[in-house]
């Protein structure tokens, strides 16, 4: 063992190499490789696709809730919109039912765009979905989503 290796075990570390933090950012950055070119001709960032993406899945949200559903830090996504904003791929509009809260909306070039590229990323997943074999990559979705499910429980915060 190196003495990198056994100052982590001695911390009761194991190694990095069967972490899972480690391992979900290795899996998310295999999939980004192959999605990158789609992104980068679409000419969104992967935070703006997902943006994109949730709100044509659930339609007007709060930024609060958009964030919560694209994974991403509020203060992020007000300044990720604004750029969104600025070419035309959603709107910012006043909640009638709270006129303090604002909702996003997509439009109908956020839709196109989307309609555009949908096609490039579901042959991507389904490339990795068929390298990895269908049935354990549905196992794999079913055991993600069950760990999130469970998030925060045990340690009791």
């Known amino acids: 063992m190196s003495g990198g290796a056994t100052a982590a ?12 933090p480690i391992a979900l ?9 192959e999605l990158r070119p789609m992104l980068a001709e679409a000419g969104v960032s992967e935070p703006q696709w997902r943006i994109l993406r949730v709100l044509i899945e659930r339609g007007p949200c709060s930024v609060q809730a958009l964030a919560e559903a694209a994974c991403l830090q ?34 109908g070039a956020g839709r196109a765009l ?4 949908a096609p490039v990323s579901r042959q991507v997943t389904q490339g990795f ?14 055991l993600l989503e069950a760990f999130i499910s469970v998030g925060g429980r045990a340690s009791g915060r």
């Open 9 to 20: 075990a001695g911390m009761g570390l194991g190694p990095t190499s069967r972490s899972l």
């Open 25 to 33: 950012i290795r899996a998310r950055e295999t999939l980004l490789r």
């Open 74 to 107: 509020p203060a992020s996504v007000s300044r990720i919109l604004q750029s969104m904003v600025e070419r035309g791929l959603v709107e910012r509009v006043q909640d009638r039912a709270n006129r303090r809260r604002q909702v996003v909306t997509v439009t």
């Open 114 to 117: 989307v309609a555009r590229f």
């Open 129 to 142: 979905a068929e390298r990895f074999g269908p049935e354990r990559y549905q196992q794999l979705t079913t």
